[in-house]
């Protein structure tokens, strides 16, 4: 089992930055890669961006590219999404979640963590 959990969630301004953070532990060796993904109030949980553990491939929705960067830390066990340019479209949970099955982007991961509230304000 792998258990995740994220941090760094909170109320910004539109155009403000913020940095999410998602801890793993437990099976850490057996993740191939590393999601984020968010919901917002009444709509369905979206697909954000993506990273092979240990570093190498990224992918990212056309929604936040260019604004949004994924990046890891393996020392660490931590993934991160650093959010620049933030939108009031972006207010969402923010959701933390990983892959064993050898595919960088997936909408069904193994594992998942318990979420942090991003609200940004106009």
């Known amino acids: 089992q792998v258990q995740l959990a994220e941090s760094g969630g909170r109320l910004v301004q539109a155009g403000g930055s913020l940095r999410l953070s998602c801890a793993a532990s437990?099976?850490?060796?057996?993740?191939?890669?590393m999601q984020w993904f968010r919901q917002a109030p009444g709509k369905e949980r979206e697909f954000v961006a993506a990273?092979?553990?240990?570093?190498?491939?990224?992918y990212y929705a056309d929604s936040v590219k260019g604004r949004f960067t994924i990046s890891g830390d393996n020392a660490k066990n931590t993934v991160y999404l650093q959010m620049n340019g933030l939108k009031p479209e972006d207010t969402a949970v923010y959701y933390c979640?990983?892959?064993?099955?050898?595919?960088?982007?997936?909408?069904?991961?193994?594992?998942w963590g318990q979420g942090t509230q991003v609200t940004v304000s106009s």
């Open positions: 990273i092979r553990w240990g570093g190498g491939s990224r």
């Open positions: 437990g099976r850490t060796f057996s993740i191939y890669s």
């Open positions: 979640a990983a892959d064993r099955h050898g595919v960088l982007v997936t909408t069904t991961p193994d594992y």
